[in-house]
């Protein structure tokens, strides 16, 4: 199923020590956390869904 969109809770939201990009990444993962599912996506999956570079994907999920 296509994703219709992304949630950005307000506690992740909130999190200013983290960059946009983190703050991204964190909601996508807590999206799959709070239905009961692992988060298997890749760099590259989040670079797509998230229109950045790999490297940007790559940097956001290590400094997470």
Known sequence: M????ILLPLHIWNQTELSVTERLIASVVHGYSEHGKPCF???????????ISKRTASRAVSNL
């Open 2 to 5: 296509a994703r219709k969109h």
């Open 41 to 51: 996506m890749t760099n590259t999956g989040f670079a797509e869904l998230l229109h």
